[in-house]
């Protein structure tokens, strides 16, 4: 039972993490300083791609960073692969033994792409 809570916490935290905007808006709402966050040069991004009509291509803050501000740390928390395996190991600890970190990994991205999956596929039903 330990496990599957785990999986369900690292499944839940990639979700709110890549398919959300929540990331975005906590660095706003903490202030989190500029030269980590690049919170300003995405806003002025946003914001040339809106006068120019050009809203509907805006990037995710994710996605952005990854082609704007290309680093190791930038590429590690944007893969959600990557960000999984930490995920997974605190989750582990947190809720179960160290042993069933591999476990909690797979689990907990098995789910996050399954639950992806089902509302990409609910969202394009509803639309047709």
Sequence with gaps: MHEFLAMMWVAMALYVF?????????????????FISRIRSYESHRADLESTG????????????????????????????????????AATLTFSKWQMIPITYLGGILSYRLFTGA?????????G
């Design 18 to 34: 890549f398919e959300t905007s929540a990331v975005y808006e906590y660095l706003k709402v903490l202030r989190i300083p500029n």
């Design 54 to 89: 050009m809203g509907s291509l805006i990037p995710s803050y994710g996605n952005y960073m990854r082609q704007n501000h290309d680093s190791f740390l930038v590429r590690w928390a944007t893969c959600p692969y990557c960000l999984g395996v930490l995920l997974s190991v």
């Design 119 to 127: 509302v990409g596929w609910l969202q394009r039903r509803s639309d």
